[in-house]
């Protein structure tokens, strides 16, 4: 078991003020602050305990190793808090069997072999997004990453793409100043409960603790809902999303995403500190519990972030055999059993034929 860590990149402070006093400017005079959006995906290791994340033997732990048990969500709001968009999640497998008898979701649900955002998901979503505010009669404008995983599209009709400077996302995104980590934080919140009462009456750490993909998604919708209208707003005035007038100038002091505004929120939960004290009691855990709610913070959630990993593979790793090796327990096939009368009839069957 290893703890991921990683540092965000530093942005250009030139950059992100001449973004900040001309193109958002543009944008808020353009926009009511509810159309005003903001979307950025995270990764998230559905299954997390305290220090107990996955990774192979002698790996450092950066965040750019594909984690089993992990998904990618992609989440975005308005910048007065007041509208939250439906998650959407990305599993590894189309099908899982957790989901067999699931038809609806309160999440869109999408699969890919890595679990990560691709231009391919990206665009299906946000065309779906196009069509929902055309029919509404609105126009709103989407500001995110210009990672190789969001396309430029064209044909929207009631969607503004937006793209945020390059390595400027750790203060100008402002999902990234707090929104997310609030939301993992209540979703943490939950996985802790379920393992709490689990060991409480089997006494074993591991034994009896199991969360599926549906638990999980139901788990990541409900803490979405829990996120707070004023914690977004917040979030999006930390990133520097606040009118200026033209003698005045546009700063940077703006802090770091390194101490986003949910942190005062997650400290002063109670609830969460005595969950979390009462988990690491149980696992032998020495971890803090922002590092546990940021454990996932800096692992790949789109798919240019692995290029250079896929060109250095050529072959499947152990842990990319371990995870095939479980395919039949997570996705949808159903093991086929075969009884001794179709397997004796199947034989003299082979035998007419020889």
């Given amino acids: 078991m290893k703890i991921i860590s990683g540092e965000a990149a530093s942005a250009p402070t030139e950059t992100t003020v001449e973004w900040r006093g001309k193109e958002l400017q543009d944008v808020l005079k353009e926009y009511n602050e509810k159309d005003i959006f903001n979307a950025d995906e995270t990764g998230l290791f559905y299954k997390c305990l305290p220090n107990k994340t996955l990774a192979l033997k002698g790996d450092t732990c950066t965040g750019q190793k594909i984690p089993k048990e992990r998904i990618s969500i992609l989440v975005a709001a308005n910048m007065d808090g007041s509208e939250k968009l439906p998650?959407?999640?990305?599993?590894?497998?189309?099908?899982?069997?957790c989901m067999k008898n699931i038809k609806t979701l309160p999440v869109t649900y999408k699969a890919n072999k890595k679990a990560w955002m691709t231009g391919n998901i990206f665009e299906e979503?946000?065309?779906k997004l196009d069509r929902k505010f055309l029919l509404q009669g609105r126009s709103i404008a989407l500001i995110v990453d210009n990672c190789s995983a969001h396309p430029r599209l064209d044909g929207l009709r009631a969607v503004r793409l937006i793209f945020l400077?390059?390595?400027?996302?750790?203060?100008l995104?402002?999902?990234?100043?707090?929104i997310i980590q609030n939301f993992k934080c209540l979703y943490r919140k939950r996985v802790l409960r379920q393992f709490i009462a689990l060991f409480d009456d089997s006494g074993s750490d591991d034994a009896h603790y199991k969360l599926t993909v549906l638990d999980a998604i139901?788990?990541?919708a409900a803490s979405w809902e829990e996120v707070k209208q004023e914690t977004i707003a917040n979030c999006f005035r930390k990133a520097g999303f606040t009118k200026?007038?033209?003698?005045?100038?546009v700063t940077t002091t703006t802090t770091s995403s390194d101490g986003p505004s949910a942190t005062a929120e997650t400290s002063d939960d109670e609830e969460m500190?005595?969950?979390?004290?009462?988990?690491?009691?149980?696992?032998?855990?020495?971890?803090?519990?922002?590092?546990?709610?940021?454990?996932?913070?800096n692992i790949p959630a789109s798919e240019h972030l692995s290029l250079r990993e896929n060109a250095a593979q050529s072959e499947k790793t152990p842990f990319e055999q371990e995870e095939d090796e479980e395919k039949d327990i997570e996705s949808g096939k159903e093991q086929v059993i075969v009884s001794n009368?179709?397997?004796?009839?199947?034989?003299?069957?082979?035998?007419l034929y020889l």
Avoid: H, M
């Fill in 218 to 220: 139901n788990y990541a």
């Fill in 87 to 97: 998650l959407l999640i990305i599993g590894k497998f189309e099908r899982p069997r």
């Fill in 341 to 351: 009368n179709e397997a004796e009839s199947a034989i003299s069957t082979l035998r």
């Fill in 165 to 171: 400077p390059p390595n400027t996302t750790s203060v």
């Fill in 273 to 297: 500190e005595q969950l979390f004290r009462q988990a690491t009691k149980a696992c032998g855990a020495t971890q803090t519990l922002v590092d546990y709610i940021d454990v996932d913070r």
């Fill in 125 to 127: 979503w946000l065309r």
């Fill in 173 to 178: 995104q402002p999902c990234d100043q707090g």
């Fill in 244 to 249: 200026v007038n033209d003698s005045e100038v």
